[in-house]
């Protein structure tokens, strides 16, 4: 978002970039999300807010990061994002605009009998190593303390993953996969 920087004693001169940013946040957060009977929904998350020069200054730029896990369509999606942030815009002249950095549509990754498989909800780079050969994705620890300040793993999940990795080579080599 960009605004027009001013003392905050006289808002009126200003345009606030954050306030702008504010909205288009909370029409982003009204945007109907698809789901897939096998993936799941969409989610959204804005994982990152930054903007502003001082507590005393109207703010004359704002951002945010938001990262959007597809399920279906992306461009229908992107397009119905686009539309909810027609026409946001301070009284005085703030202006948002959303950038596109990147997309990486769901994967499916490979199995193997005897190897328990699920659906997940979380991205990966497994489907960017595509000249090692078919993807797989396995391993110890769990998704749901990962990026946090408590993210673990048990040292007999790492024994056990061992094993886990063991089978998969025989079972790969069984099958004369590269």
């Given at each position: 978002?960009?605004?027009?920087?001013?003392?905050?004693?006289?808002?009126?001169?200003?345009?606030?970039?954050?306030?702008?940013?504010?909205?288009?946040?909370?029409?982003?957060?009204?945007?109907?999300l698809?789901?897939?009977p096998?993936l799941?929904?969409?989610?959204?998350?804005?994982?990152?807010?930054?903007?502003?020069?001082?507590?005393?200054?109207?703010?004359?730029?704002?951002?945010?990061?938001?990262?959007v896990?597809t399920?279906?369509?992306?461009?229908?999606?992107?397009?119905?994002?686009?539309?909810?942030?027609?026409?946001?815009?301070?009284?005085?002249?703030?202006?948002?605009?959303?950038?596109?950095?990147?997309?990486?549509p769901?994967?499916?990754?490979?199995?193997l009998?005897?190897?328990?498989?699920?659906?997940?909800?979380?991205?990966?780079?497994?489907?960017?190593?595509?000249?090692?050969?078919?993807?797989f994705?396995?391993?110890?620890g769990?998704?749901?303390?990962?990026?946090?300040?408590?993210?673990?793993?048990?040292?007999a999940?790492?024994?056990?993953?061992?094993?886990?990795?063991?089978?998969?080579?025989i079972?790969?080599?069984?099958?004369?996969?590269?």
């Amino acid at each position: 978002a960009e605004g027009r920087a001013s003392h905050s004693a006289y808002p009126e001169r200003g345009c606030s970039a954050i306030d702008a940013l504010l909205s288009a946040l909370e029409r982003l957060r009204g945007v109907p999300l698809p789901s897939d009977p096998l993936l799941g929904p969409t989610t959204f998350n804005i994982g990152k807010i930054a903007g502003g020069r001082a507590p005393n200054v109207i703010a004359d730029h704002a951002s945010a990061e938001r990262l959007v896990r597809t399920v279906g369509d992306t461009d229908a999606l992107d397009a119905a994002i686009r539309a909810a942030l027609t026409g946001v815009s301070e009284p005085n002249g703030a202006k948002v605009s959303i950038v596109r950095h990147s997309e990486a549509p769901p994967a499916r990754m490979g199995t193997l009998p005897g190897f328990e498989t699920d659906v997940v909800r979380f991205g990966t780079d497994v489907p960017r190593l595509g000249n090692w050969g078919e993807p797989f994705l396995l391993g110890p620890g769990s998704i749901h303390v990962a990026h946090t300040s408590d993210e673990w793993i048990a040292k007999a999940e790492l024994v056990k993953a061992v094993e886990l990795y063991r089978r998969m080579v025989i079972e790969l080599l069984a099958r004369g996969t590269r």
